[in-house]
């Protein structure tokens, strides 16, 4: 007997993306349910080749539901994701509502899958921030051999990271500069367009942004706690794709080749790193593949123990959609959860 699965937000680049890698990946559902908030009931979606009608999530009985991918923000996820939890589904959440919750599970699978069953506290699971994500897969097996001390991060991320809106301006924006109009900002504080913005989310006290604390605070919860991490995320006028230049120090010495070996065969990871003209991976080619890949591999001289690498992933899969369905495989595989005796 398949799963009966819901995906909360269905109708956004996430929800879409969910619907999309569980036909792709043939994920044993018998049913699949697409929910969004009234305005959007009826609209069509995409999975595999068939097209679902949406419909709308208050009037969604869950309690016959196994799997709930919930991708629709933060405050719906903190009203619905107890509630949903409550009728006995199993909710895989990409805000970041639950991320920091000490009774709430925050998994990549190719970092801490043994976690992921904490999940029985609330039933709910945590899917990291997409920057995060990539970033992890690319540091564990480093860390399981030379052990990182300290990161250094930058992050050049995609416009789609904030939604179908902002992937609007850019297009909107990009526009406007050939044809000499007027360029308005709603969805960023500055012109994206041939930009750079040094800012992504809310500033802190510290002067830090939300979503530099939340790759320090996420990577210490998924990987380990003692590791020391600092980020700077930069929003950059790239529709799909989050890059990243990572500065990683060992306690314990690691060659750039030893590293480039590591990595080769590590899990959620592709090594293209060439010394040559394009030898390396930008985020236009990432854009529909599953790996974190992994460039510029070479040793820092400036610390003792250090090396460089270069590293991008798509971050509406691995940064979301495909880390949750990866998840909903982690609880099958592992027969933590069984499908519900649905009624005839």
Known sequence: M??????????????????????????PADEV????????????????????????????????????????GSAVSK????????????VIDNSSCWRMDPDVPLIVPEVNA???????????????????????VALKPLHDRAKISRVVVATYQSVSGAGKDAMDELFSQTKAVFTASEIENTKFPKRIAFNLIPQIDVFMEDGFTKEEWKMVAETKKIL??????????????????????????????????????????????????????????????????DATYISRIREDPTVENGLVLWCVSDNLRKGAALNAVQIAECLIERKLISAKQKAA
Request: proline content about 5%; some cysteine; overall charge negative.
């Open 2 to 27: 398949g799963f009966k699965v819901a995906v909360v937000g269905a109708t956004g680049n996430v929800g879409r993306e969910m619907l999309s890698i569980l036909a792709e990946r043939a994920f």
């Open 33 to 72: 349910v697409p929910l969004a908030s009234r305005k959007s009931v009826g609209v069509d979606v995409s999975y595999g080749d068939r097209i679902l009608k949406v419909k709308a999530l208050d009037h969604c009985d869950f309690s016959d539901v196994d799997i709930c991918l919930m991708s629709s």
């Open 79 to 90: 009203e619905w994701s107890p509630r949903i939890g409550a009728q006995g589904a199993v």
């Open 114 to 136: 043994d976690a992921v069953a904490g999940f029985r506290k609330k039933g709910i699971i945590a899917n990291p921030n997409c920057s995060t994500a990539q970033l992890v």
């Open 224 to 289: 380990d706690p003692k590791i020391k991490l600092v980020a700077t995320c930069v929003r950059v006028p790239v529709f799909i794709g989050h890059s990243e230049a990572v500065n990683i120090e060992f306690e314990r010495p690691i060659s750039a080749d030893e590293a480039r070996a590591i990595l080769h065969n590590a899990p959620g990871c592709l090594v293209i790193d060439r010394h040559e003209p394009g030898g390396y991976v930008t985020p236009h080619e990432c854009v529909g593949d």
